[in-house]
């Protein structure tokens, strides 16, 4: 009986052992759970973002920011604030001053619908909901796919984006918004 080449080098390595089948065994074991170390490690080099329309754009804002998406439903507004606040909204017993990112970042106009949502974003000392034109979902986004800086971008709206990717999804930099002086009005009526 002849043996090809192949199945020489096969034979020559084939466990003869009890023991050499077990290392042979753990050798596996420790190549597969190596590529998982990889996988985990590129999950955690992304991102998952709430993306969001506003003025015919997308936008994204990172989800750990995100406390919920409330129904833009009954808003209150509030006398001697900025064109930016569009009111306050009622949440389960609890105030939350809304904010038209599209007056913020000087975006085209467009009219409320009954479509609107507001996107409750949160950190330690802020919390506020900004006005969404329509909801997308949630995904997930590679941070090697985010363009951190664009030229084309100008204004107050590149002080507050961490990037742009390709399809193009704006994101927005939800700390810095969070942090944002010039968001929080401090005037008082005279009386």
């Given amino acids: 009986m002849e043996v090809s080449t192949t199945e020489a080098t096969d034979l020559r390595h084939a466990p003869r052992t009890r023991d050499e089948k077990k290392k042979q065994v753990l050798e596996v074991r420790a190549r597969e759970l190596a590529r998982n170390t990889d996988k985990e490690k590129a999950l955690g080099e992304s991102i998952e973002v709430v993306e969001f329309v506003l003025a015919y754009e997308k936008y994204g804002i990172e989800s750990s920011y995100v406390r919920e998406i409330y129904p833009l439903k009954e808003l209150t507004s509030v006398p001697c604030t900025p064109p930016f606040v569009l009111g306050i909204i009622n949440v ?32 330690d000392q802020m919390e506020f909901g900004i006005l969404a034109d329509a909801i997308l979902g949630v995904r997930t986004i590679l941070r090697e796919d985010i363009q951190s800086s664009v030229p084309t971008l100008t204004g107050i709206r590149a002080d507050y984006l961490t990037g742009v990717t390709k399809e193009p999804l704006v994101l927005l930099d939800a700390t810095k918004l969070l942090s944002a002086k010039n968001l929080v009005v401090h005037d008082e009526m005279e009386i």
């Fill in 92 to 123: 389960r017993g609890e105030i939350v001053s809304v904010i038209d990112m599209k007056k913020f970042f000087d975006l085209p106009e467009g009219g409320l619908t009954d479509m609107n949502k507001a996107i409750i974003v949160r950190n």
